[in-house]
């Protein structure tokens, strides 16, 4: 029983990690990276304490209450766990489309097979997970495995890079230059959206919740936060080598080009084993997160989410094969992505001190001032973002 609940919180937190590292992600951090230098390690330093403050809000209230953010949101005000269940269901649904067609491109670099057909593939590996009865285990074990290959490959690009460490260190703190984009984008891409909840509601699905669980939960949710964050270090600093000797990454594929010009042709074909883990793992945290969501809004769906997850990664799919072209879906979303995260935190650090919901829990000061700041931070960047885009996207 203790195995169990240790390789269910485990899982529970690389599927959080896994699903933040998707091919956004990889796309964010080498671009970043090319423009800020060795001062990147400033955002990413700030992003982390945001993104604990964040992850570990809303893990509590979700485990503690036992209840999904959907019957929480819904407890705190009329209809707000239904409009967050539908925000981070559209969400969900056209990340997918990106993180498919992320395994097409994988795939394509790494074998050679065309990105449609790859992308077919993927899917299918992943609707195989969740045709197996016990879906929910198998589907920890694999966020584990496929989240340490992913790492461990991008450590090896990192180390034959030859990145300025000791630079990067230093400006971690003492940055040359500060760009409040980076911080707000790589956030997004962390704990925005369904990310977030993907770790939580996995906990509560298996059963674990309750005051009694409270630092295990937390353990979980730093440790879901520094897998990505040990993700998003190593990829940094392989970008950062490859900048460093003066070498330009190809904007069509900057994350491709990062482990091109660190390892040659091989480094290419490890750029698309990153992709499509990557991409894959994504698409299966996105589709679960997005109809844990939905569970609570109707009982068949409760009874056969197995199924609606099967069905949502269907119809990403079949969309991507249509359009072929996810980029302005992803843009769209990403705008969404941005507004998502201060309502469901905002929503999180209200339940946090309701005891209709929380019981005897008593939030600590420090999560609390920090989630609103993070919640105001992330709302106004959100906002910012919106009125940016829309235009172009109406046109």
Aim: net charge positive; charged share 10%; aromatic share 6%.
């Amino acid at each position: 029983m203790h195995t169990r609940r240790t390789g269910v919180l485990l899982g529970a937190a690389f599927l959080m990690a896994t699903s933040a590292i998707g091919p956004g992600f990889l796309t964010q951090t080498a671009v970043f990276t090319e423009r800020l230098g060795p001062s990147f390690a400033f955002a990413i330093l700030i992003s982390v304490l945001i993104d604990i403050v964040a992850q570990v809000s809303i893990w509590r209230v979700l485990t503690i209450s036992g209840k999904r953010a959907t019957d929480v949101g819904n407890a705190v005000a009329r209809g707000l766990g239904t409009l967050l269940a539908i925000l981070v269901a559209l969400g969900g649904l056209a990340f997918n489309i990106g993180n498919v067609a992320g395994t097409g491109v994988g795939l394509e670099a790494a074998l050679g097979v065309p990105v449609t057909i790859g992308a077919v593939l993927s899917a299918a590996f992943a609707i195989a997970i969740f045709l197996i009865r016990e879906a929910g285990k198998v589907m920890d074990r694999m966020s584990v495995v496929l989240g340490a290959c992913l790492i461990l490959l991008t450590v090896y690009v990192a180390i034959t890079s030859q990145p300025p460490v000791a630079e990067a260190a230093l400006r971690s703190v003492w940055p040359t230059r500060v760009d409040a984009l980076s911080i707000v984008t790589i956030v997004g891409g962390t704990v925005g959206g369904y990310i977030t909840f993907s770790g939580a509601h996995r906990l509560v699905d298996a059963g674990i919740h309750g005051l009694g669980a409270v630092q295990e939960v937390t353990r979980t949710a730093i440790t879901a936060i520094s897998a990505a964050t040990v993700m998003r270090i190593v990829l940094f600093l392989a970008a950062l080598g490859v900048v460093h000797q003066g070498l330009a990454l190809d904007p069509a594929n900057p994350p491709g080009s990062v482990f091109r010009l660190a390892t040659g042709a091989v480094g290419y074909r490890l750029f698309g084993v990153v992709m499509w883990t990557a991409a894959v793992t994504s698409l299966i945290g996105a589709a679960y997160t997005s109809v844990s969501f939905l569970r609570d809004l109707h009982p068949a769906i409760d009874r056969h989410w197995q199924r609606a997850v099967i069905v949502l990664i269907a119809f990403s799919t079949i969309v991507f094969v249509l359009t072929g072209r996810p980029a302005r879906t992803m843009v769209v979303v990403g705008t969404l992505n941005g507004l998502i995260l201060p309502l469901a935190l905002g929503t999180m650090l209200v339940a946090a001190h309701r005891t209709d919901i929380i019981g005897a829990y008593r939030q600590p000061r420090w999560l609390t001032a920090g989630g609103a700041v993070a919640a105001v931070a992330m709302a106004i960047a959100g906002a910012f973002v919106a009125w940016r885009d829309l235009p172009g996207l109406l046109r």
